[in-house]
């Protein structure tokens, strides 16, 4: 008659003293049949533990030695003693002051298995180019004046504007101012050195006809060529004078003349006039 484990059910094939399943100690009284189970009526569960119990042991204590192992491992690889490290057959590895295991030299150590922040190197900026803001122009009162041409002449005679570049305007404006002040200082000397000999007056002549002139605001207002050939220079000035020496008995005369030059020897000096080519007017 075969015999059967009470715990689990388990049919005893020879004369094993324990359960080869669950371990309980086999019963003589438990020898026999075991009764079948009917359809109708499930079989009473076993008393005890039961064939479940040892499964989920047996799995925990699994679990548990599994993360032994790889917990040791882990420990094992990042912290063990001087003489582990001496004893490892891995090369290049060493012990740092903190206990890790590095590679490399002591410049350059890195420690396997670690997960440290690394830090990467400071970024480096280009030097952006200096801006050179532009040159503020200030103005002044100067500045803001209207551009003049350039001026030509003295104290005695000037040009105007739109003959100062004129190559002749030099020449003449020199010729005038020596004709001009030798009247108004009653200078025959320097009179003759302007004036050619046939428009010459006689030195009586000059003291008589300017014993009272003195004249002004001389202006070389136009160069031009005569009727005759010769340069001829446009003339405006003032004469004042007492009025027996004036025209019409004026005291102050407006006077606008034709003043003509030529080649006296090398020199160009102030020629005799032509008629028709002055004007006066009171002042």
Not at 37 to 57: C, K
Not at 258 to 271: H, N, Q, T, W
Request: net charge negative; glycine share 10%; proline share 6%.
């Amino acid at each position: 008659m075969p015999t059967f484990c009470t715990e689990c059910g388990t049919s005893r094939e020879g004369d094993e003293s324990f359960c080869v399943n669950c371990g309980t100690r086999y019963d003589d009284a438990v020898r026999g049949d075991r009764p079948a189970d009917t359809p109708d009526e499930a079989p009473e569960e076993s008393v005890g533990h039961g064939a479940g119990w040892y499964v989920g042991l047996s799995v925990a204590l699994a679990a548990i030695l599994i993360g032994a192992v790889i917990g040791g491992g882990a420990l094992l690889r990042n912290r063990v003693s001087s003489a582990d490290v001496t004893d490892a057959p891995i090369s290049g590895v060493r012990l740092n002051s903190d206990g890790y295991i590095v590679t490399g030299g002591p410049g350059e150590e890195s420690t396997p298995g670690l997960d440290e922040p690394s830090y990467s190197e400071e970024p480096s900026y280009t030097e952006e180019p200096q801006y050179t803001p532009e040159p503020t122009l200030t103005y002044t009162e100067e500045t803001l004046l209207p551009t003049t041409a350039p001026s030509l002449g003295n104290a005695i005679v000037s040009a105007a504007p739109e003959i100062a570049n004129n190559a002749t305007a030099r020449t003449v404006v020199a010729l005038l101012t020596g004709y001009f002040t030798a009247i108004n200082e009653r200078d025959y000397t320097e009179y003759r050195k302007v004036v050619t000999r046939g428009a010459r007056q006689t030195q009586a002549e000059f003291e008589k006809g300017y014993r009272t002139t003195n004249n002004a605001q001389v202006q070389l207002r136009e160069l031009g060529i005569g009727e005759d050939g010769r340069l001829m220079a446009t003339v405006d000035f003032v004469s004042t004078q007492d009025a027996a020496d004036g025209p019409e008995g004026q005291t102050c005369t407006r006077w606008t003349v034709a003043k003509f030059f030529e080649k006296d020897g090398s020199k160009l000096r102030i020629g005799k006039a032509l008629k028709g080519h002055s004007s006066a007017l009171p002042c």
